[in-house]
């Protein structure tokens, strides 16, 4: 399976931006999925994950109550809302599925897509 995410650019401290990530190659409704970031000099965290169903969650304490992540299968569609964007939030973000379930940990993700770019200036 190809991912690709789009959706980054350059906003406001305060600003909200939409990250979509697009499945290719064969359906991910049966993978749990996840977005993570990764800033300059800093290791790639996990940012928010959704089971396959879309019932289950997670998301880093830094993101709770901003970021909202969900899925929509039948067209194969990865999103990650931010809201209330802060300049430590700048990073280039990736999103990735993986067989497993409920995992939040990088080595799990058996696919990944080519990051976009958040820049939030303050």
């Not at 931006?17 to 965290?45: H, I, Y």
């Not at 959704?50 to 830094?62: D, N």
Request: proline residues 2%.
């Amino acid at each position: 399976v190809q991912l690709q995410a789009f959706g980054g650019g350059l906003v406001q401290a305060g600003g909200s931006l939409r990250l979509s990530c697009a499945a290719s190659g064969r359906t991910v409704s049966g993978n749990d999925m996840g977005w993570f970031r990764q800033a300059p000099g800093k290791e790639r965290e996990a940012v928010a994950a959704i089971s396959r169903s879309g019932t289950w969650t997670w998301y880093a304490e830094s993101v709770k109550g901003r970021f909202t992540i969900f899925r929509d299968n039948a067209k194969n569609l990865l999103y990650l809302q931010m809201n209330s964007l802060k300049p430590e939030d700048t990073a280039v973000h990736y999103c990735a599925a993986t067989a497993e379930s409920y995992s939040v940990k990088l080595g799990s993700y058996d696919y990944w897509g080519q990051g976009t770019l958040v820049t939030v200036s303050s």
